[in-house]
């Protein structure tokens, strides 16, 4: 979608006719999206992987009590 600075996205008389399609706006839309799917990405992993070393840090601390007994 495309949006004025003033938030219309149409003319006085409901034209777009001020809308520029073409190729640069692909690329920069395509970048856009590749880029917010590796942040979504990034942030999914780094949380996987904090889930991951809270689990293994839990089982050592359950292993070494076990081991004192």
Known sequence: ???SLDG???GPNGEIDWV???EEIFEY???LADQSIADR???LQSSMQLGVNETYDRLDEL???DAAR
């Open 41 to 43: 990405d990034g942030m």
């Open 1 to 3: 979608m495309h949006a």
């Open 8 to 10: 219309f996205v149409a």
């Open 63 to 65: 292993l070494s009590k």
């Open 20 to 22: 520029k399609v073409d």
């Open 29 to 31: 839309t395509n970048k």
